[in-house]
């Protein structure tokens, strides 16, 4: 990914961010009044408002030096979105058994980390690209691996490569905390010192990057 700092928005900031994914629908009434339906992307994208989580000066200097490092909109970076951060619940603990990951055939060694939403009989695989160093968990048939011996994790693509090939039928799965790479979606932060003191939050937008 080009133009990208591998860096963490600070969490402290990122615990107060307000916002989510955001999907695109195309509808079109026909004229009988019923709906068409069609989505231009196979992706939902997040977005955030930080604004929330700058409560001090200290905060807002913080901020201030974190954007300017970015050079505003032209420098993408790691943000942990606090509502969905983990493969497992947010109450849990990650386990290697919380994703799924692949199904050996013998050859293929690597494999992409996704985390499953499902609803029902629906899901939505989305690929994990930030993985936290040192969170990931993998196991083959419910045994786990160990990290740097029996496989290594590229914590800028969320790529797994396994030593050696698991066997045909071989059930992978993962467990992992992980960063969205995202940018700031303004190239001002329009701050106002007054109205800061009087509780008054700066409007701080952050939206997903796509590798």
Partial sequence: MTNF???RFPFSLALGARGGPQRRTDIVTLGSGREERNSPWAHSRRRWNA???VRTLDDLDTLI???EARHGQLYGFRFSDPLDHKSCPPTALISAL???LGTGDGERTEFQLIKRYESGAQSYERPIAKPVGGSVRVAIDDVAQVEDTDF???TTTGMVAFAVAP???AVLTAGFEFDCPAR???DQLAISLDAFGAGDVPDIPIIEVKP
Avoid: N
């Fill in 152 to 154: 290594t994790v590229d």
């Fill in 51 to 53: 604004g929330p989580g």
């Fill in 98 to 100: 919380d994703q799924p």
């Fill in 184 to 186: 700031f979606d303004a």
């Fill in 5 to 7: 700092h591998e860096v």
């Fill in 167 to 169: 066997g045909t039928g």
């Fill in 65 to 67: 030096a974190f954007f």
